[in-house]
């Protein structure tokens, strides 16, 4: 199965790609956690991306679709895939096609979470997020049974450095100038299915499932 999550900052992309990975046994591909590993650990790739995530502003795209075309020539995309934060312009959705098309493969659905704005500045400045695991918590809508400690590892949780109003704000700007256009571009395509992200986090999954395993579209 080869996927992408589509949606806002804060509409349940990361929390929803953890269970899909799971149950299809995919590899989770996230690009802003890519970003995140290289700004942990220094690297030049990280520095010139931090420079950009800080101001919530997307990264060059040159950048972005090399390193996917990388990681997709990995052997456990062999059996497919799931894209989370990526594509986020119609100029990456093209490249993306490109780079599909070499490797003889297409996509099979493109999955839409929507939210309304309002929600999503309140789910990304209560998110928490485990350093050891990467687990991701919200502080009213998911959290840990002990403040400030993964469930899973024990690990402390932490804050992301651009989940704070304003640059959630700007996130979100820059999502519906530049992202929001997917949506017509993989519905053109007959790839994409909408749902509705302000369900609970359990119910959202379960209408994944149904999207990519029943008749609904
Ligand atoms: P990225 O890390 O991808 O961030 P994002 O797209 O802004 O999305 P988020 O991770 O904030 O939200 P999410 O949908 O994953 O929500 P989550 O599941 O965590 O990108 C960061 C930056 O990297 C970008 O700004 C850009 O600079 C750069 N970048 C990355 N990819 C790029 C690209 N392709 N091109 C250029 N630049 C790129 O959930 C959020 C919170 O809500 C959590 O606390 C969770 O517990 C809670 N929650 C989730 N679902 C529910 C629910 N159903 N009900 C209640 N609470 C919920
Ligand atoms: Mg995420
Ligand atoms: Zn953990």
Excluded: W
């Excluded at 956690?33 to 220094?42: G, L, M, T």
């Excluded at 795209?61 to 594509?87: H, M, S, T, W, Y």
Aim: overall charge negative; some cysteine; hydrophobic content about 35%.
């Amino acid at each position: 199965m080869r996927l992408i999550l589509l949606g806002p900052p804060g509409a349940g992309k990361g929390t929803q790609a953890v269970s899909i990975s799971d149950r299809y046994n995919i590899p989770h591909i996230s690009t802003g956690d890519i970003f995140r590993f290289n700004i942990k650990n220094n690297t030049p790739l990280g520095l010139k991306a931090k420079e950009y995530m800080d101001k919530g502003l997307l990264v060059p795209d040159e950048v972005v679709v090399e390193i996917v075309e990388d990681r997709l020539k990995n052997d456990d995309c062999k059996q497919g895939f799931l894209l989370d934060g990526f594509p986020r312009t119609v100029n990456q959705a093209k490249e993306l096609e490109n780079v599909l098309g070499k490797m003889d493969t297409e996509l099979n659905k493109v999955i839409n979470i929507q939210v309304d704005k309002k929600i999503l500045v309140e789910r990304a400045v209560g998110r928490r997020i485990c350093r050891d695991c990467g687990s991701t918590y919200h502080i009213r809508f998911n959290p840990p049974a002990e403040e400030g400690v993964c469930d899973l590892c024990s690990g402390e949780l932490y804050q992301r450095d651009d989940d704070n109003e304003k640059t959630v704000a700007k996130r979100i700007e820059v999502y519906l100038s530049e992202t929001e256009p997917l949506i017509n571009f993989y519905d053109e395509k007959c790839k994409l299915s909408t749902l509705d992200g302000a369900k609970a986090i359990s119910q959202v999954f379960d209408e994944i499932v149904e999207v990519l395993e029943g008749n609904t579209k």
